[in-house]
């Protein structure tokens, strides 16, 4: 079982930036692949972006490609998404998990998440 923290989010404006973190602990922290998930008010959770456990392969929802970047520090046991260009419909609370790196599905263990508003 992976033990997960998120934080970084916060209120910014149309256009800004953020950088979320997420702490994992547990024994497979650094040997899984993880990924960022968000849920906006009245809506269902979605993937946003994932990892590979060697940090070599990304996978990205097209709503964010060219605009989010995942990353980790394996070392750390931290993964990170930067957030660029920042738009209102990214609104959401934003979860990192552990995930099966074939198909991107999450673990039933989730983190508190942590809230991204975007203003226009």
């Known amino acids: 079982q992976v033990q997960l923290v998120e934080s970084g989010g916060g209120l910014v404006q149309a256009g800004g930036s953020l950088r979320l973190s997420c702490a994992a602990s547990?024994?497979?922290?650094?040997?899984?692949?993880m990924g960022w998930f968000r849920q906006a008010p009245g809506k269902e959770r979605e993937f946003v972006a994932g990892i590979s456990w060697t940090g070599i392969n990304t996978v990205y929802a097209a709503s964010v490609k060219g605009r989010f970047t995942i990353s980790r520090d394996n070392a750390k046991k931290t993964v990170y998404l930067q957030m660029n260009s920042l738009k209102p419909e990214d609104t959401a609370v934003y979860y990192c998990n552990a995930v099966n790196e074939a198909t991107m599905s999450p673990s039933r263990y989730w983190g508190q998440g942590t809230q991204v508003t975007v203003s226009s």
């Open positions: 547990g024994r497979t922290a650094s040997s899984s692949a």
